[in-house]
């Protein structure tokens, strides 16, 4: 799952005539091995993709300078995000490392304007900076005609994430919905996903004790049934302390949902609400009042509210064709090609 956005990202390309080979891994020897394969099979790249900056770039960067061979960067990482940090823990070595394999980048696309602001307040310099997006599979655009049978008067939450704690926020959402349950229960919180703090979260949920009926937990879904879970719901909601991205607020848009969403990754340009981060970590009560909102248009009373975002996405930003159109038009522009 943590290389899905790739694997897509090289579908769309693949899609575009390009022909691509892949070389994955969290050790140099293993880079290098594998770089030493494609070489013995007589293959030799254009140009290269470098998604997120890491050991891998140091492969980049050599290539370009044994060969002239060019590179753009992918960035996806959350570790230059203040909230997450890594990047400014980082060596001062590395980060050195770091700065030096983007700054002899042909390109350096990020997955958010959020995200590339954090680059440079990290000191990250680019001779051409750019913003690409993740892809969504098609069968999120396909709204059914009729949505499966649930309780009519009823409202359907629904969350989809890693269940990273430390990213995530859930234990925010459920104290949220613990207040909201105890001013109304015509409504169900469906939480898709596991991971690391999954049963940790769930022991959390159990002490609140939210009543029987409205919270949902099916576990890992495929990205189809999550699709589904999608067409089913009433509205989506995501209240992470940090994301790069958070794909999960491109799949909401393109199956048409009304979005609640921190200000993290592309959500200012996807949400119908944006919650400020101090309420949906600490101020679960009015938290509430925001779930009221997007479910069932009550007014939020707090000044910070965002509410409409003006211009959001078109779907058209989000498919593969467009996606696949655009990164090989960044191919084209480092082997200076007319474009």
Known sequence: MSG??????????????VEVRVIFSDTWRDTWRQWKALRHEGWMPDVVQLNVIQKQGLLALWLKK????PYVIVEHWSGYLPENGMFKRLSAIKKRIYRHVAAQ???VLCVSQRLQQAMQDCGIRARRWGLIDNVVDGFFYEKEESRKSKVESQKNLLHVSCFDEAAKNV????RAAKMLSEKRQDWKLVLVGTGADYEDVRAFADTLDIPEGLLEWPGELTPREVAEKMHEADAFVLSSRYETYGVVLAEAAAAGL????TPVGIAEEVADLIVPQEIAQHKAGTFAEFIETILWGQEVRVKSQKLKVESKKSEEHF???FIGKKLKESYDSCLHRDI
């Open 105 to 107: 980048a042909e390109q």
């Open 258 to 261: 009304p979005i609640l969403s």
């Open 4 to 17: 899905l956005f790739v694997q897509k990202h090289v579908e769309a390309v693949r899609a575009q005539g």
């Open 66 to 69: 044994r060969y002239g061979i």
């Open 319 to 321: 498919s593969a064709d």
């Open 171 to 174: 234990k925010g959402l459920l």
